[in-house]
């Protein structure tokens, strides 16, 4: 049997997943992280994106669509305590391609008293969903 970590993946609303995984891939802070079992204590912001979990006995990886928050990794637990975290059968491209198309209004429209750091922020994670379906679409063709 391969080794393997605890995964608790939680957003503000609900416990997205909880169990074993083989490793764990996420958007760090600094870069794309990869997190076997044993991995040593760390602890990181996490930027929107997605997080593929290998599960034991399962070929295709788990995907997770993250946005916001921070991630704790200690040798026998991974801990995702996102802002925003869907499974990636619930991602809704529509929704996402609206949210990017009002976020690249509100930035273009220089008139508009505007939270600029918030319009980026959510053209950032619809960005992010975006690309987290496209890579849920080629895993299943």
């Given at each position: 049997m391969a080794m393997t970590v605890h995964v608790d993946i939680v957003s503000a609303e609900e416990q997205i997943f909880s169990g074993l995984a083989e490793f764990v891939v996420l958007p760090g802070e600094s870069g794309?992280?990869?997190?076997?079992p044993g991995h040593m204590p760390l602890m990181t912001r996490i930027k929107p994106g997605?997080?593929?979990?290998?599960?034991?006995?399962q070929a295709e990886e788990e995907l997770v669509?993250?946005?916001g928050g921070l991630l704790e990794v200690q040798p026998e637990l991974v801990t995702v305590l996102a802002d925003t975290a869907i499974r990636g059968k619930d991602l809704d491209e529509a929704k996402a391609l609206e949210a990017k198309k009002k976020a690249e209004e509100a930035l273009a429209n220089q008139s508009a008293r505007l939270d600029y750091a918030k319009a980026q922020a959510e053209l950032m994670e619809a960005i992010a969903q975006l690309a987290a379906i496209q890579k849920l679409?080629?895993?299943t063709h």
């Open positions: 794309e992280l990869g997190i076997l997605a997080v593929r979990l290998k599960l034991p006995n669509f993250v946005a679409r080629r895993r």
